[in-house]
Every structure is written in C-alpha cells, then in structure tokens.
C-alpha cells in the first residue's frame, strides 16, 4: 500500500496547514467541526493499514516520540506506542510517578527536559486539569493530551466518533456525521474527562448527547453546555442509538458517592433487559477499563451485533496515527504545511 | 524619624467623612494638628497641586509584609493574617511581628484563632493580645468543629477582640479549586457550590450572636452570603464584612485557560454575585475593602491549576480597584476612603484612618485620574500574580506619608 503525506480528501478540506492549524492537541473545544472530521478522514487510512500483514511505513522515521504518562496508563499507552512506531518514529516512555511531580516546579522543569532532548512530539497524560496546556507552553514541539484531570481526552472521543462512524456505514448509513443521532453516556461524568470530550465531539458533528448519572456524579452547570440531563437511566436510554457507560472513577473519588457497587448496578447498570428498553439496534460503547457487573454486565459488552467495544480498541490506534502524522507534518517539511523547523 | 518641625499639606482636596473640601491639613508630631480653609502657617509647605488627600490605606487582612507594594498602594498600615510560617499563635511572634514594619509601616498582626490554625484548640489569646495583637483570625479556613468556634467566640468577646473569619464550609468545599456552575465544569476543575460560602456565615452568625462577639468576615462573596450579613445587620449584631477587589471586579470567567494567576480563596464566583458584591459596597452592606495582598512566585503559581496555591498580589492595585468603583458610580469619593481606610482602622480602635483633628498623619496623596497599566512583571511586590495583568486603570498615589513622616516612593 503506497502512502503519502497529503490528504486523500484532499477536495473536502481547505489546503495544507490550513485544514488543520494547530500544534497541538489539547482538546476537541479547541476544534472545528471540519477539523475534527479532517482527522476522522486522516484516520481511515491508518484503519486500512492497520488491517494488512505489515502494518508499517516509514512517514515519522528518524522522529523521536515521548510518552509521559503522569499517571497510570496501559491502553493508551499502548495504543499511542504502536501508533508511534508504525509511523516509523522511535517512541520513548516515560513513567513518572504522580506523587513525585506533583509539587513545585518539578513539572515545569520536566517539561523543559523533555523539550531538551529534542522531542518531536510529546504526548502527555496528566492528573490534573489543564497541566498538558502548561506543559505545551514550554516545549517547542506539539503536545498531544492523553488525558489531563477531568478536563480532556480528545483522541479517547475522536476515535470514539471513527469507531460510531465504521459501525454506522456497516449498517449502509451514509453520513459523514452523526446528525439526527440521540447518543446517551452514563456513568460517573463527574470526574470523567472522556463523557466531556465526548459531549464536545459528538455535539460537533450534530448529535443530540443525553448524560445520566446520579446527582452526585454530574458536574453542575452542564447543561449550559448543551447537554441534556437524566438521573433515570430507562428514561435516558428511551429511543437512543448509542449508549457509551464509563466506568466509576473511584480513584478520584474523595468521599463517598453511591452507596455501593450493587446499588449501582441496580439503578445505572447495563442489563440486557434495560438495553431492549433502547432500540432494537442500539449500539453500545465502553471507553473500557470495563468493570464488569458494575456499569455493564457481561452479557451486553459482548454482544457481537451491538457492541462496538473492541473496534474502539482498534480505531484508537488509527486516530493516534492520524494525530501524529498530522501534527509532524510541519516539522517534516510537508508540502504545504510549512518549512521544515 | 517622626519630624517635629509642622508640616502643612496645601492646596489639596481633602477627603473627609462629611465631603470632600479644597484645602490644607497641617502635621505636627506625627498626628493631624488641623485642616480646613488654612492659611499656610510655620514650618515647611507641600503644595498638592489640587490633588486628592486621603487616610493612607489600612489593608485588613494581607499575607505577607511587603512594603514597597503597600507604599506603591498608599497603604500605611495592614493587619497580617496569622498564616505564616510559623503560625501567628503564640505571644514571641506577635510581639515580634507588630514591631516589624515600623517606623515607615504599621503592622498589626492577627493572633491565631487556634494553635498551628489547625482549628481544634483555642490559642493563648490573651498573651497575645498583651503582645500586641488586634484580633484573631480563623486563617484561611474555616473552623469546622462548630463547639470550638462558639468558645472562641465567647472568648474573644471577653477580651473584646473582633474575630476575622473565613467562611467557606470546608467538608462542602474540600479540595474544591473553583465555583461549581459552567465555567468549572468545562475544564473539569474540581468545584464546590458557592452556597458552601452561606452555609458557613449563617453558622458563625448564629454563634457570634449567642457569645455576643464582634465578627468580621473577611470576604464575602455571594449574593446569598451578602444577604446574611445584610439582615444580621439589620437586626443590630455586631458584624462587618469585607472583600477583595478580585470578587467586584471578575468573576469565574477570568479562569479561562487555566491562569492560576485567577486561582484565589474563595474562587471567583459567577457574574451574578459579582453584581451582588459590588450592589453590597453600594448599599453598605460590606464595610471593607482589603487587597488580600499574598504574593506568590511560580515555584507556587506555575503548575496546573488545582495544584496551585491561592491568592493574589493585590496591594498595589486595591485603590485604582475601589476608585475605580467611584468612576463607575458605584461609591463617591469619602465612601470610597471609608471602606479602605475608616473602617479597617475602626474594627481594630486604632486613631487612624480618617482625616480629623488628633488623628495619626497616616496620609495618602492621590491623582485619581492618573492612567497606567498593571504589569505583572514590573510590579514592586515581591511577586507579580495580579488576575489584572495588562488590565488600564487610573489612580496612583503621588506622596505618602506614615505618622507625619514623608516615606519616598
């Protein structure tokens, strides 16, 4: 398979840089809609790539990529790995530990260590709100979040939306959007940067985003971002297309917030009997850790026809490709995308 | 270093409590020998060059000493919060610091509430009003073992000392960083309603009212905390309440893009009780404006949002801030110079703070139309993190002098 560095939708989107005019990758608020669709359009090579026995091109190499998880991490981790050296860059993980950096001006300084050693790109995950924006401030190269605090996980939504749009065409759907689709996300959206990413990326492309959480688990004021909130979940769930259930964060949970799993369970758990209460073709997603039992049961995340679960897995790695080789593109002298730098 | 030859200030417009009159003041031993329509007498003549002569500023409830910022703000005396290291709680320290400013600058320090600020025993507050406290502050929190407070309460009133709280319910708030409501919820910043603000002034009024003691809350924010005060007030207690300029002037908006510089203790409400402060200076619901003055370098200020200390340095734009809610007819000028001067001084019996007869020389010279720009980096406190950087204003203090003595700025 022959790739290129130009867009193959190159009609779509205005030229070069101008499709996509950011260094970084900081959020989807920071996104257009036709930038969002531009990465989507980006990834579907990736995903066709990905599929083939060698699974390998050479666009990135001699980049050097950092991943600095901040906090712990293994599927995003993994996938922005594999993204990385399929692209042909030589990725570099680097674990820190949240409690060593957490104070002083030791992220600052780790910022401009990593922006030292001559970086290409530096994808970051961090505990707190708004700390890979920081971090973008010092570095030269461009900063992809992989998820800061309860801020934002944009390629979490964006490979959600790649992962909706493939099972959507399966069925002989047609749109490049998601107009006319009732997406419901349940679970603990407080301290969910992904139900906020989500929100932001699905309202783009023209869904109507239901959010169901008990009161003590929706974040106030969200409506005012065109959210529509439930605290019953068969109400929520009433003639929605796509169901996505996060799992209970109880890592940064101070306090308690339910009273337990089980009571949990009983008022916002997946059942098979509840999903018959949606649409007979509703489809369901999980951004996973799943906790089975919990947010969903067994039964319904592994239902071949509705769950879309695993394909989110693997489109997640065709959206970080997208993402790194657009955002390099200026640094690799891409035609029309700038000079070299 | 007091002078003892008089002085005698002319062509000034003098900011008293009855109005604001073009005239004189003359000095003599550090206090205000007269004023009014004075002929110049013996001794040296300043000309005020029709300038606005007001009480040098008393700034209630600063964080730290830092008098080239004060100086700049026309502010001579400040009561220093007992959130230091270490904590304002015992006699030695309270001794030490009221004698730490002088001669060109008062400082009268705050006893802690409780010892370590930890909020469970009460302090040796006796000893430490011997060694020159002039009231007790609860420090940054608030004290949440209700029994605790109402004995402290009652203890103070025995002493008659003015306590200074805070009121924000700490279990509501806990390692909140921002007001719950859009703003907060869009970059997922961990938040606590606004009523946690209400909940915990109602509490302290209720016990203040049963110990019979002074409280002053040091910042009052919401509408629903300012309407509290307001029928307290009515009622007879004893209470004041305060704000910093940051609560009239921004609101939770000015956290966009995560600028810590915004991060403050209370944070920055909504629009509508940013209205609400600004109609309580108005109506006189809050008797003083302080700047909160606490300067931080990045070592505490340049992490991510949640990780960063609270606070702001805020003495040398607290008078361009009030005057500037005289420009927008929100205050006229003697009400202005009360809430910054006047009644800060008169919560702690001091002879200060007002133009009159007998009263310290603590003198503010001011051009209130003289327009510049607050810069963060070229400011004269010991860090820059003012929420108002780049922010035009107008109003600088030209002359200052602290108990008759001129102080070079």
């Given at each position: 398979?022959?790739?290129?560095?130009?867009?193959?939708?190159?009609?779509?989107?205005?030229?070069?840089?101008?499709?996509?005019?950011?260094?970084?990758?900081?959020?989807?608020?920071?996104?257009?809609?036709?930038?969002?669709?531009?990465?989507?359009?980006?990834?579907?090579?990736?995903?066709?790539?990905?599929?083939?026995?060698?699974?390998?091109?050479?666009?990135?190499?001699?980049?050097?990529?950092?991943?600095?998880?901040?906090?712990?991490?293994?599927?995003?981790?993994?996938?922005?790995?594999?993204?990385?050296?399929?692209?042909?860059?030589?990725?570099?993980?680097?674990?820190?530990?949240?409690?060593?950096?957490?104070?002083?001006?030791?992220?600052?300084?780790?910022?401009?260590?990593?922006?030292?050693?001559?970086?290409?790109?530096?994808?970051?995950?961090?505990?707190?709100?708004?700390?890979?924006?920081?971090?973008?401030?010092?570095?030269?190269?461009?900063?992809?979040?992989?998820?800061?605090?309860?801020?934002?996980?944009?390629?979490?939504?964006?490979?959600?939306?790649?992962?909706?749009?493939?099972?959507l065409r399966e069925r002989g759907e047609t749109a490049n959007d998601f107009t006319g689709l009732t997406v419901v996300i349940c679970g603990d959206i407080l301290h969910s940067r992904v139900a906020r990413s989500n929100l932001l990326c699905l309202q783009a492309l023209g869904a109507t985003v239901r959010l169901c959480a008990p009161p003590a688990l929706m974040p106030?004021?969200?409506?005012?971002?065109?959210?529509?909130?439930?605290?019953?979940?068969?109400?929520?769930?009433?003639?929605?297309?796509?169901?996505?259930?996060?799992?209970?964060?109880?890592?940064?949970?101070?306090?308690?917030?339910?009273?337990?799993?089980?009571?949990?369970?009983?008022?916002?758990?997946?059942?098979?009997?509840?999903?018959?209460?949606?649409?007979?073709?509703?489809?369901?997603?999980?951004?996973?850790?799943?906790?089975?039992?919990?947010?969903?049961?067994?039964?319904?995340?592994?239902?071949?026809?509705?769950?879309?679960?695993?394909?989110?897995?693997?489109?997640?790695?065709?959206?970080?490709?997208?993402?790194?080789?657009?955002?390099?593109?200026?640094?690799?002298?891409?035609?029309?995308?700038?000079?070299?730098? | 270093?007091?002078?003892?030859?008089?002085?005698?200030?002319?062509?000034?417009?003098?900011?008293?409590?009855?109005?604001?009159?073009?005239?004189?003041?003359?000095?003599?031993?550090?206090?205000?020998?007269?004023?009014?329509?004075?002929?110049?007498?013996?001794?040296?003549?300043?000309?005020?060059?029709?300038?606005?002569?007001?009480?040098?500023?008393?700034?209630?409830?600063?964080?730290?000493?830092?008098?080239?910022?004060?100086?700049?703000g026309g502010i001579t005396r400040a009561a220093l919060m007992p959130d230091q290291s270490p904590p304002l709680d015992l006699p030695s320290r309270v001794s030490y610091i009221s004698k730490s400013g002088k001669p060109d600058f008062w400082v009268h320090p705050l006893a802690a509430a409780t010892r370590g600020l930890e909020g469970r025993e009460i302090a040796e507050?006796?000893?430490?009003?011997?060694?020159?406290?002039?009231?007790?502050?609860?420090?940054?929190?608030?004290?949440?073992?209700?029994?605790?407070?109402?004995?402290?309460?009652?203890?103070?009133?025995?002493?008659?000392?003015?306590?200074?709280?805070?009121?924000?319910?700490?279990?509501?708030?806990?390692?909140?960083?921002?007001?719950?409501?859009?703003?907060?919820?869009?970059?997922?910043?961990?938040?606590?309603?606004?009523?946690?603000?209400?909940?915990?002034?109602?509490?302290?009024?209720?016990?203040?009212?049963?110990?019979?003691?002074?409280?002053?809350?040091?910042?009052?924010?919401?509408?629903?905390?300012?309407?509290?005060?307001?029928?307290?007030?009515?009622?007879?207690?004893?209470?004041?309440?305060?704000?910093?300029?940051?609560?009239?002037?921004?609101?939770?908006?000015?956290?966009?893009?995560?600028?810590?510089?915004?991060?403050?203790?209370?944070?920055?409400?909504?629009?509508?009780?940013?209205?609400?402060?600004?109609?309580?200076?108005?109506?006189?619901?809050?008797?003083?404006?302080?700047?909160?003055?606490?300067?931080?370098?990045?070592?505490?200020?340049?992490?991510?949002?949640?990780?960063?200390?609270?606070?702001?340095?805020?003495?040398?734009?607290?008078?361009?801030?009030?005057?500037?809610?005289?420009?927008?007819?929100?205050?006229?000028?003697?009400?202005?110079?009360?809430?910054?001067?006047?009644?800060?001084?008169?919560?702690?019996?001091?002879?200060?703070?007002?133009?009159?007869?007998?009263?310290?020389?603590?003198?503010?010279?001011?051009?209130?139309?003289?327009?510049?720009?607050?810069?963060?980096?070229?400011?004269?406190?010991?860090?820059?993190?003012?929420?108002?950087?780049?922010?035009?204003?107008?109003?600088?203090?030209?002359?200052?002098?602290?108990?008759?003595?001129r102080i070079e700025l």
């Open positions: 398979m022959a790739m290129t560095d130009t867009s193959p939708h190159a009609a779509r989107y205005p030229a070069g840089a101008q499709a996509f005019p950011h260094r970084d990758l900081l959020g989807i608020g920071q996104l257009e809609r036709h930038e969002i669709l531009f990465l989507l359009d980006e990834a579907e090579q990736w995903v066709e790539l990905n599929r083939q026995r060698t699974k390998h091109v050479d666009a990135l190499a001699g980049l050097t990529i950092i991943n600095a998880f901040f906090e712990n991490s293994t599927r995003t981790l993994l996938s922005f790995e594999i993204a990385g050296k399929r692209l042909g860059a030589d990725v570099v993980n680097m674990h820190a530990a949240q409690s060593s950096v957490k104070k002083g001006e030791t992220l600052i300084d780790t910022a401009i260590t990593l922006n030292a050693m001559r970086a290409d790109a530096i994808v970051i995950r961090h505990g707190s709100s708004g700390a890979t924006g920081l971090i973008a401030d010092k570095v030269d190269c461009p900063v992809l979040n992989a998820g800061d605090g309860q801020h934002e996980h944009p390629t979490q939504a964006l490979l959600d939306a790649l992962a909706l749009r493939h099972a106030a004021g969200i409506e005012a971002m065109g959210a529509e909130v439930f605290h019953d979940f068969d109400a929520a769930l009433d003639g929605a297309d796509v169901v996505m259930m996060l799992r209970l964060q109880t890592e940064r949970m101070s306090g308690q917030f339910i009273p337990s799993a089980r009571e949990y369970h009983h008022l916002y758990g997946l059942t098979k009997t509840r999903l018959a209460g949606a649409k007979d073709d509703t489809l369901v997603m999980h951004p996973g850790p799943m906790n089975r039992g919990v947010e969903i049961d067994s039964e319904v995340a592994d239902m071949i026809d509705r769950s879309i679960i695993t394909r989110q897995v693997e489109m997640g790695v065709a959206i970080r490709m997208a993402c790194l080789d657009v955002l390099t593109r200026r640094a690799r002298g891409v035609a029309g995308w700038g000079d070299a730098a | 270093m007091k002078q003892s030859a008089p002085v005698t200030i002319s062509n000034a417009r003098l900011v008293t409590p009855d109005g604001v009159h073009d005239g004189a003041l003359t000095i003599e031993n550090g206090k205000i020998a007269s004023l009014g329509d004075l002929a110049a007498g013996e001794g040296e003549t300043f000309d005020a060059k029709g300038q606005v002569l007001a009480p040098g500023l008393v700034d209630l409830g600063v964080f730290a000493i830092d008098k080239p910022a004060f100086h700049f507050i006796a000893l430490m009003r011997d060694a020159g406290a002039k009231g007790i502050a609860t420090g940054r929190q608030w004290i949440a073992d209700s029994g605790v407070m109402l004995r402290l309460l009652q203890y103070a009133a025995m002493l008659d000392l003015p306590v200074i709280a805070h009121a924000e319910d700490a279990a509501l708030v806990g390692d909140a960083v921002a007001t719950a409501g859009e703003y907060a919820t869009r970059r997922g910043l961990p938040s606590a309603p606004a009523e946690a603000e209400a909940i915990a002034i109602a509490r302290d009024l209720a016990l203040a009212d049963l110990a019979g003691a002074r409280i002053h809350f040091r910042q009052v924010t919401t509408r629903a905390g300012l309407e509290l005060i307001r029928k307290a007030k009515a009622s007879g207690q004893s209470v004041t309440a305060g704000v910093t300029p940051a609560h009239f002037m921004l609101s939770d908006l000015a956290t966009a893009d995560f600028r810590t510089f915004a991060r403050l203790s209370p944070p920055l409400r909504s629009e509508d009780d940013r209205q609400a402060v600004r109609e309580a200076i108005a109506d006189g619901t809050i008797d003083v404006v302080s700047s909160g003055h606490d300067p931080r370098g990045p070592e505490d200020k340049r992490l991510p949002y949640a990780d960063a200390e609270p606070g702001m340095a805020g003495a040398e734009t607290l008078l361009a801030m009030v005057l500037s809610l005289v420009l927008d007819d929100v205050i006229d000028l003697p009400r202005a110079f009360e809430l910054v001067s006047t009644n800060p001084a008169n919560l702690f019996e001091v002879k200060a703070g007002v133009l009159a007869e007998g009263y310290e020389a603590d003198l503010a010279l001011v051009d209130p139309d003289k327009p510049w720009v607050i810069q963060s980096a070229r400011m004269a406190a010991t860090a820059g993190n003012t929420p108002f950087d780049g922010q035009p204003t107008q109003g600088r203090v030209t002359a200052l002098w602290k108990g008759g003595a």
